[in-house]
């Protein structure tokens, strides 16, 4: 079946604009995961969702940085008056049944985001 | 806190050598351990992982072994191949969900 998808695969903004990057999970998939990746270096964890609630937000680096994810399958992150420091790989992962850590996450192909 | 640390960050093999690559974590309660294998500008791929109760898994030329009493993991490649070449995460899951990655390492297998 189709994997975790994202879209766009690369976006080019300015400074101080606010952009939205997509998730499609696996369907059947009932948690979700957000990641960012700085150039060379590792994962680092964003968000989580169990269905459409949050349960752990810690990981979001500021308050212009939401996401939200609709109907227990697509998810959005929004990066509000976005900075040079935002730009990075941002990967989407899902996981089934319960999101349980030990739960295998399958990763998407993530969204290039480059902040002029 | 949340912290893993890996060893070396990059790795140069002649083919046909073993690789060997070392992840060390803090939290005791970890219970989940998976590696992910990264090609220039693709995903992640989970390649194999382990769970608190098994000391060692393999799976044709990779092997993870276990040490909880020292809290460190190691990746082993036999017999690598050029196709080896990428960037390997390792990983651990501390609570329920979210994985704490390492910092990579960039593994060059030289044919």
């Known amino acids: 079946g189709a994997g975790v998808s994202q879209s766009p695969s690369n976006k080019v903004t300015e400074k101080g604009k606010d952009v939205e990057l997509r998730c499609d999970p696996i369907?059947?998939?009932?948690?979700l995961y957000w990641y960012r990746q700085s150039l060379g270096q590792g994962l680092e964890f964003l968000i989580y969702?169990?269905?459409?609630?949050?349960?752990?937000k810690s990981g979001l680096p500021s308050d212009r940085f939401s996401a939200e994810r609709t109907g227990g399958s697509v998810s959005t992150l929004t990066i509000q008056r976005t900075q040079q420091e935002d730009s990075a790989v941002y990967l989407c992962?899902?996981?089934?049944?319960?999101?349980?850590?030990?739960?295998?996450?399958?990763f998407g192909p993530g969204t290039r985001l480059t902040v002029l | 806190g949340e912290n893993v640390e890996q060893h070396p960050s990059t790795l140069s093999v002649q083919e046909g050598d073993s690789a060997v690559i070392k992840c060390t974590y803090s939290?005791?309660?970890?219970?989940?351990f998976p590696w992910y294998k990264q090609e220039l500008g693709k995903r992640p791929q989970l390649i194999i992982d382990?769970?608190?109760?098994?000391g060692e898994k393999k799976d044709q030329r990779i092997a993870v072994t276990l040490n909880k009493t020292a809290k460190h993991f190691s990746l082993h490649i036999t017999e690598t191949q050029p196709e080896d070449s990428a960037v390997y995460f390792c990983?651990?899951?501390?609570?329920?969900?979210?994985?704490?990655f390492g910092s990579g390492t960039r593994l060059l297998v030289r044919p």
């Open positions: 369907s059947g998939h009932t948690a």
């Open positions: 939290d005791s309660a970890s219970n989940y």
């Open positions: 382990i769970r608190s109760n098994v």
């Open positions: 969702f169990q269905g459409n609630s949050a349960p752990d």
């Open positions: 990983a651990e899951a501390y609570s329920s969900y979210k994985l704490i």
């Open positions: 992962a899902s996981s089934f049944p319960g999101g349980r850590g030990t739960d295998t996450q399958y």
